[in-house]
């Protein structure tokens, strides 16, 4: 009976530090981002997808949302965040990178149940009006082999 338990406990510990050893690269991951988006000093054209860059007055702030839309080509397993001013405490608006679920972009195809959506939205908050700063990575491909990365500066309704 003692066996039984020190297995079933060995079980529990394993089970839960690689839970926690996920949570850990997701966030290694997510930090790592976040640093090559703020030294990014190179931005791309889009070409490949529609970028939209809204504004609303929220009391003395204002909430922001990037829409990222009529895709052009196939984008599979999408990751994305949005740097407008956050600081150390805040978390910079992200998708694809702290959560399981992936994301993909079809033109002219939906099928939410297989992670297929017209469009992606990220949101945060910010002082005043301003440039914002995007990363978004993808697939060409189902089996994930040809990676995209693109670093996007986004203006206030434009795209």
Same mark, same amino acid.
């Given at each position: ?42 931005? !791309? *054209? ?6 939209? @860059?809204?504004? =609303? /007055? ?5 909430? $922001? ?23 150390? !405490? *805040? ?6 990178? @702290?959560?399981? =679920? /992936? ?5 002219? $195809? ?50």
């Amino acid at each position: 009976m003692k066996k039984v338990g020190m297995i079933l406990f060995i079980f529990m510990i394993l089970g839960c530090s690689s839970k926690q050893s996920l949570e850990s690269q997701q966030f290694e991951e997510y930090y790592q981002i976040r640093e090559q988006l703020l030294q990014q000093d190179e931005f !791309e *054209e889009i070409k490949d997808f529609s970028v939209t @860059l809204v504004y =609303n /007055q929220v009391d003395n702030q204002y909430r $922001y949302d990037i829409v990222i839309d009529y895709p052009q080509i196939d984008m599979y397993d999408i990751t994305a965040m949005v740097y407008a001013d956050e600081n150390e !405490e *805040e978390m910079c608006p992200s998708l694809g990178i @702290l959560e399981d =679920n /992936q994301y993909h972009l079809k033109k002219g $195809y939906v099928n939410k149940q297989e992670g297929f959506y017209k469009g992606i939205q990220l949101s945060g908050k910010t002082s005043q009006k301003k440039v914002v700063f995007l990363y978004v990575s993808y697939y060409l491909d189902e089996e994930l082999t040809q990676k995209i990365e693109k670093y996007i500066e986004v203006q206030d309704e434009i795209r």
